[in-house]
């Protein structure tokens, strides 16, 4: 399925594709490949070992999501890695919230820029996401426990029209 959309404040065409399976590249059907698992956390791991010396908390969980936990990948999708973790549990965050965001936010795109990994051609992007975020996407996969968080549905596709312009 195909969608074509103009957006008339920008004039861009966006075009938004909908696959009927999931990355073949990521997945076996809807599971996860073992080895890439594997990698994925040993990678999520390093951005840890990277973020942790300061504020030195427990990782909760490690997630996929995105386009490539979802049925509208393309060639062009990266790989979304959440490194879960309760920021309330950083000691500063009481007294200085806003700085700790800041900091992990520094600290990530420090990450990605200096190690620009890849799987395939796509690109890894790693993020310390906040246990207490809102985190809405139609498809999230718990590395760490090999299990749907929030198993997609080919048939139903959520646009982030906000992301994407992002991006």
Same mark, same amino acid.
């Given at each position: ?8 404040? *920008? ?5 938004? *594709? ?46 996929? *999501? ?18 879960? $973790? ?5 000691? =500063? ?16 795109? $420090? ?12 690109? $890894?992007?790693?993020? =310390?996401?906040? *246990?207490?975020?809102?985190? =809405? ?25 906000? =992301?994407?312009?992002?991006?």
């Amino acid at each position: 399925k195909t969608e074509t959309v103009i957006d008339e404040e *920008t004039t861009m065409i966006k075009e938004y *594709t909908t696959q009927s399976t999931l990355n073949p590249q990521i997945w076996h059907e809807d599971h996860l490949k073992p080895k890439l698992r594997e990698k994925f956390l040993k990678i999520a791991n390093a951005f840890a070992d990277f973020l942790l010396p300061i504020i030195d908390v427990e990782i909760r969980d490690v997630t996929l *999501t995105g386009s490539n936990a979802n049925y509208n990948w393309t060639d062009k999708s990266d790989i979304d890695l959440h490194v879960l $973790i309760n920021y309330k549990d950083i000691k =500063a965050y009481d007294s200085n919230a806003a700085l700790v965001r800041e900091y992990l936010m520094a600290k990530k795109s $420090i990450w990605n820029n200096n190690y620009p990994l890849t799987f395939r051609g796509m690109q $890894i992007e790693l993020y =310390a996401q906040d *246990t207490n975020e809102p985190h =809405a996407s139609t498809g999230v996969f718990s590395i760490m426990q090999n299990k749907w968080i929030e198993k997609p549905d080919s048939d139903v596709v959520s646009i982030e029209d906000e =992301a994407i312009d992002r991006k």
